[in-house]
């Protein structure tokens, strides 16, 4: 066999393995240090082991015990399960949401809606129909206002008035809902529980009791108080009379009476002033000498020629 193929060969394989032992070397590296390294430092976490609804008090079968890193571990989380036993919860947890402290509210502060009214609040509940509360459209955690219909006490006053009295009021519930429906569906609720302070309270019972109440749904995100006077009903039929046309017909239309003509005088005419007539062209001959013209003006008036 020829001794330059088998050098050319022996080169080559030598080749070959240093190549891939390079390539190996750096496969190995890259793989050791793409693992990452198991943690060590890990710290219990209490997780919602189904969904928690507002209102609720959390049981034993409501949560679990979970383990994440201490560097992960949320804050106001809780690592044990005695620490949320029997509190009740304010605002929704999912499921395998970690149990935060601003989501519960004091164990013994009760059930229902008291967990969730803030201190110096109060919660009024109103009786409404469909109309009222706007045809079941009025559900937990939406704003409204209150307007209330009825007749001012002075007797030298309007009549009938609507006027709003509250506005931007926060709805906690709906007959006895407490949250909207996860299909954001209408609800029939003959009452209507709203979060207001002391004041705003004393105000719808009484315009509950001395009129009728009317909520008017509004945006949750227009903060913005209008600045309304109020309407009464005379000013509601005032500004329909400017609009009404009456139709009659011609017979029944009383017949007025001939007015008398009055026949102004004419005034006379200005006198008309006559120019005097052009005088009277000249008379004219023409008299021929030979081969001379000659035109000659004759006067025709008598005693010209004397």
């Known amino acids: 066999m020829d001794r ?4 050319v060969l022996g080169v ?13 070397q750096m496969s190995a590296r890259a ?4 693992k990452k390294p198991e943690p060590t430092d890990l710290k219990d976490i209490v997780k919602a082991a189904k969904v928690m609804s507002i ?14 890193p201490a560097a992960q571990f ?18 929704s947890v999912l499921l395998d949401e970690p149990v935060l402290e601003g989501r519960l509210a004091a164990r013994g502060s009760g059930q229902g809606l008291a967990p969730m ?29 209150v307007l209330v219909t009825g007749r001012p006490p002075d007797a030298g006053g309007p009549g009938v008035m609507t006027t709003t009295v509250l506005q931007n009021i926060l709805v906690l519930s709906a007959g006895q809902t407490v949250q909207a429906d996860a299909r ?32 008017v749904l509004r945006n949750s995100n227009d903060q913005a108080m209008s600045q309304t006077p109020g309407r009464d009903i005379g000013e509601l039929y005032r500004r329909g009379l400017g609009k009404r046309v009456s139709i009659t017909h011609d017979e029944d239309k009383p017949k007025a009476r001939p007015r008398p ?8 005419p200005p006198p008309v002033v006559i120019a005097p007539p052009p005088p009277p062209p000249p008379d004219q001959i023409m008299v021929i000498r030979g081969t001379q013209k000659t035109v000659e003006v004759v006067n025709s008036k008598p005693g010209a020629n004397q």
């Open 4 to 7: 330059r193929f088998l050098t």
């Open 12 to 24: 080559s394989l030598v080749f070959a393995l240093v190549v891939s032992s390079i390539f190996y």
């Open 31 to 34: 793989g050791n240090g793409g």
């Open 55 to 68: 209102g609720m008090t959390i049981k034993p079968d409501d949560v679990r015990v979970d383990k994440v």
């Open 74 to 91: 949320p804050k106001g989380a809780f690592s044990k399960v005695e620490e949320v036993i029997d509190r009740p919860v304010v605002s």
């Open 117 to 145: 009214i803030p201190v110096g609040m109060r919660a009024v509940s109103v009786r409404v129909n469909e109309v009222m509360g706007v045809a079941g459209f009025v559900l937990p955690g939406m704003r409204v206002d």
């Open 184 to 215: 954001g569906q209408a609800i029939n609720a003959p009452t209507v529980t709203m979060l207001v302070t002391p004041e705003q309270a004393e105000v719808i019972t009484l315009a509950g009791n001395e009129g009728k109440i009317q909520l």
């Open 261 to 268: 003509v009055v026949v102004a005088k004419a005034e006379p």
